[in-house]
């Protein structure tokens, strides 16, 4: 393409009016005002150490460019969260952000208003120095910080792997994304290959497929780079109104089950290239993934062995040079030297009373049981270390649950595993939840686990009088002149969970309908209390950790309807609750 360079190389390259990024309203950043605004950044932060998060796209851009510009080595935290910025504060100098930040951190906060110098830019002629560092944190396991440094010729590798592998194919496609470009994958593929190779980027991470149909055209090619957690709530998508049709989507961060993999290639008229590696190896396989191809097929220049214990070790040309083999948690089978399945993670296998169990084989047999929908088993690191199990269930499941309570729930899918393994082998510990919690990248982590079993704990709830966690995680929110949908969810240690159905914890009814009133009054200018409540129907238990959809409709000047919904497995929706609030005539 016009623009293709190496990152190290690409203050050398072309700088003019071309377009580089595009924001709502399709407003247009230039190539040269991209590169401006970076230009009189880096004057700013010559020879300090610099943590990079912002949330645009295009800020993000400048950041990176400055630092690379100014020779500043960069740091990308998993958040910016003040406590994760303060364990690795003694790594940077100063923070490049769009965002707020503690007060005792020094910063520079960004904002568009640099993107508005169309002056000229001054290209060096010389590339930055190869052992030029970007370190990224990544929240691990544990959820502590762990540090993976990489130097920016393992950056150019891969960018210039996927501009000779996919470029030609993708020519003059503008990148979208419902990945955040926090999330190293996202960083690769929505704004470093872009970026070098010309292809102009969307600034904002769109929140779902409306807004996908919304910033893009069927005149304009793009690519899509979005993961497994949108590809798995493809209900949108189905009446037919949306439009999308992206020229090559990218999937990471989590594999996509094979019948979301065949709905979405379906439905989106589009492949799917998932791709499978590591923040410390780069990419290492790809594969196109129509819902049929589960084997992975290894990229150019990576060699596959296996370990004594039947794990992926990896030789690549992303890893620094002369580091070696690197050993991934990975459990694979190699069918050819190019091509492999993948089997499960490593420290997925665990001792229970000196027994080895394999937690992918439970999660395996439980979802055979016609109750489980989702379903994740963990060995609880806090107080006795024991095997638990979380899971989502059916309407038929939570019947019986609501009937019977969680201890008889959890022996009939004890019974069930008894089955096929020993009884040491079987979780003791059972909660049911609306939603397992995952992260961006589809990730569950053993943290968010721990959670819901602490929040629980309790033999006796706090007294009402009491109640001070009383809100919703609000997710998104769309607001018209009649109608508003915020899409929330129900953290575990809510209040309203306490003390109702101590053993089973649901969220009342009588607080649905509460929210309801107050999101009139605060969106609709409605004053005083509804005096009527018609059409009043529950039919189906909200539980904690899950993500519903909640949708008010202005009916007339006094009445108002709402409902609460969520996703099932399958992407369908169904309805927890429903009614129509009256309020007086204004006088």
Same mark, same amino acid.
């Not at 080595?73 to 952000?97: C, H, K, M, W």
């Not at 229970?352 to 016609?370: A, D, N, Q, T, W």
């Not at 397992?436 to 629980?456: C, G, L, T, V």
């Not at 575990?492 to 009133?517: C, R």
């Given at each position: 393409?016009?623009?293709?360079?190496?990152?190290?190389?690409?203050?050398?390259?072309?700088?003019?009016?071309?377009?580089?990024?595009?924001?709502?309203? !399709?407003?247009?950043?230039?190539?040269?005002?991209?590169?401006?605004?970076?230009?009189?950044?880096?004057?700013?932060?010559?020879?300090?150490?610099?943590?990079?998060?912002?949330?645009?796209?295009? %800020?993000? /851009?400048? =950041?990176?460019?400055? &630092?690379?510009?100014?020779?500043?080595?960069?740091?990308?935290?998993?958040?910016?969260?003040?406590?994760?910025?303060?364990?690795?504060?003694?790594?940077?100098?100063? %923070?490049?952000?769009?965002?707020?930040?503690?007060?005792?951190?020094?910063?520079?906060?960004?904002?568009?208003?640099?993107?508005? @110098?169309?002056?000229?830019?001054?290209?060096?002629?010389?590339?930055?120095?190869? @052992?030029?560092?970007?370190?990224?944190? +990544?929240?691990?396991?544990?959820?502590?910080?762990?540090?993976?440094?990489?130097?920016?010729?393992?950056?150019?590798?891969?960018?210039?792997?996927?501009?000779?592998?996919?470029?030609?194919?993708?020519?003059? =496609?503008?990148?979208?994304?419902? /990945?955040?470009?926090?999330?190293?994958?996202?960083?690769?593929?929505?704004?470093?290959?872009?970026?070098?190779?010309?292809?102009?980027?969307?600034?904002?991470?769109?929140?779902?497929?409306?807004?996908?149909?919304?910033?893009?055209?069927?005149?304009?090619?793009?690519?899509?780079?979005?993961?497994? +957690?949108?590809?798995?709530?493809?209900?949108?998508?189905?009446?037919?109104?949306?439009?999308?049709?992206?020229?090559?989507?990218? #999937? /990471?961060?989590?594999?996509?089950?094979?019948?979301?993999?065949?709905?979405?290639?379906?439905?989106? !008229? &589009?492949?799917?290239?998932?791709?499978?590696?590591?923040?410390?190896?780069?990419?290492?396989?790809?594969?196109?993934?129509?819902?049929?191809?589960?084997?992975?097929?290894?990229?150019?220049?990576?060699?596959?062995?296996?370990?004594?214990?039947?794990?992926?070790?990896? @030789?690549?040309?992303?890893?620094?040079?002369?580091?070696?083999?690197?050993?991934?948690?990975?459990? &694979?089978?190699?069918?050819?030297?190019?091509?492999?399945?993948?089997?499960?993670?490593?420290?997925?296998?665990?001792?229970?009373?000196?027994?080895?169990?394999?937690?992918?084989?439970?999660?395996?047999?439980?979802?055979?049981?016609?109750?489980?929908?989702?379903?994740?088993?963990?060995?609880?690191?806090?107080?006795?270390?024991?095997?638990?199990?979380?899971?989502?269930?059916?309407?038929?499941?939570?019947?019986?649950?609501?009937?019977?309570?969680?201890?008889?729930?959890?022996?009939?899918?004890?019974?069930?595993?008894?089955?096929?393994?020993?009884?040491?082998?079987?979780?003791?510990?059972?909660?049911?939840?609306?939603?397992?919690?995952?992260? $961006?990248?589809?990730?569950?982590?053993?943290?968010?686990?721990?959670?819901?079993?602490?929040?629980?704990?309790?033999?006796?709830?706090?007294?009402?009088?009491?109640?001070?966690?009383?809100?919703?995680?609000?997710?998104? $929110?769309?607001?018209?002149? !009649?109608?508003?949908?915020?899409?929330?969810?129900?953290? =575990?240690?809510?209040?309203?969970?306490?003390?109702?159905?101590?053993?089973?914890?649901?969220?009342?009814?009588?607080?649905?309908?509460?929210?309801?009133?107050?999101?009139?009054?605060?969106?609709?200018?409605?004053?005083?209390?509804?005096?009527?409540?018609?059409?009043?129907?529950?039919?189906? %238990?909200?539980?904690?950790?899950?993500?519903?959809?909640?949708?008010?409709?202005?009916?007339?000047? +006094?009445?108002?309807?709402?409902?609460?919904?969520?996703?099932?497995?399958?992407?369908?929706?169904?309805?927890?609750?429903?009614?129509?609030? #009256?309020?007086?005539?204004? #006088?």
């Amino acid at each position: 393409m016009k623009h293709s360079s190496l990152l190290s190389n690409i203050w050398c390259s072309e700088l003019d009016g071309t377009p580089a990024v595009i924001h709502r309203n !399709n407003r247009i950043t230039s190539r040269r005002q991209l590169f401006k605004a970076a230009e009189t950044l880096s004057e700013q932060i010559a020879g300090k150490r610099v943590c990079i998060f912002c949330t645009s796209s295009a %800020l993000e /851009a400048v =950041a990176i460019l400055a &630092a690379i510009k100014g020779n500043a080595p960069s740091v990308y935290p998993a958040t910016n969260q003040e406590g994760a910025l303060r364990e690795i504060a003694d790594s940077f100098d100063i %923070l490049l952000t769009d965002e707020t930040s503690p007060p005792d951190i020094n910063h520079i906060r960004l904002s568009d208003d640099i993107l508005q @110098n169309d002056g000229e830019v001054s290209p060096q002629a010389e590339p930055v120095p190869q @052992n030029y560092t970007m370190t990224f944190y +990544t929240s691990g396991s544990t959820g502590k910080p762990k540090e993976v440094k990489k130097y920016i010729y393992q950056k150019d590798r891969e960018i210039a792997y996927w501009e000779q592998s996919h470029g030609a194919n993708v020519a003059g =496609a503008e990148v979208h994304a419902t /990945a955040s470009h926090q999330h190293i994958y996202g960083l690769m593929f929505r704004l470093l290959w872009p970026l070098c190779s010309g292809r102009p980027f969307h600034a904002d991470t769109a929140k779902n497929w409306d807004e996908i149909d919304e910033i893009t055209s069927a005149e304009r090619p793009f690519i899509l780079v979005t993961s497994p +957690t949108h590809l798995c709530r493809l209900s949108p998508l189905e009446t037919g109104n949306l439009n999308i049709n992206p020229k090559l989507m990218l #999937s /990471a961060g989590g594999f996509l089950p094979p019948e979301n993999a065949a709905k979405a290639t379906k439905l989106l !008229n &589009a492949p799917i290239l998932e791709i499978y590696g590591s923040t410390e190896t780069g990419a290492i396989a790809n594969r196109f993934n129509s819902g049929e191809n589960e084997n992975w097929s290894k990229l150019d220049g990576v060699g596959l062995r296996l370990d004594e214990q039947g794990c992926l070790i990896v @030789n690549t040309l992303l890893l620094p040079d002369g580091e070696g083999d690197f050993k991934t948690g990975d459990i &694979a089978k190699l069918h050819t030297e190019d091509e492999f399945t993948l089997l499960g993670r490593a420290d997925r296998i665990v001792k229970v009373e000196g027994k080895r169990v394999s937690l992918p084989r439970l999660e395996g047999i439980l979802s055979e049981h016609p109750w489980i929908e989702d379903v994740h088993v963990q060995l609880l690191s806090s107080g006795k270390r024991s095997l638990a199990a979380v899971a989502t269930i059916s309407t038929e499941g939570q019947d019986f649950l609501y009937r019977n309570g969680r201890f008889r729930t959890g022996r009939v899918f004890e019974d069930h595993l008894k089955q096929f393994e020993d009884a040491v082998s079987v979780p003791k510990r059972w909660r049911f939840v609306g939603r397992i919690p995952r992260n $961006q990248q589809s990730k569950i982590m053993p943290s968010d686990i721990e959670k819901i079993f602490e929040a629980n704990e309790s033999a006796m709830p706090a007294p009402r009088s009491k109640f001070t966690n009383t809100r919703f995680e609000e997710i998104s $929110q769309q607001v018209s002149e !009649n109608e508003i949908e915020i899409v929330l969810n129900l953290p =575990a240690d809510l209040d309203y969970f306490q003390g109702h159905f101590t053993d089973t914890p649901i969220l009342p009814g009588v607080v649905q309908i509460h929210w309801a009133a107050e999101q009139i009054a605060k969106h609709f200018a409605i004053k005083g209390n509804p005096t009527k409540i018609d059409k009043l129907k529950f039919k189906k %238990l909200i539980f904690p950790e899950t993500e519903v959809q909640f949708l008010l409709t202005r009916k007339s000047e +006094t009445k108002f309807s709402f409902h609460f919904q969520s996703r099932r497995s399958d992407g369908s929706s169904e309805e927890h609750s429903s009614g129509l609030l #009256s309020y007086p005539e204004a #006088s």
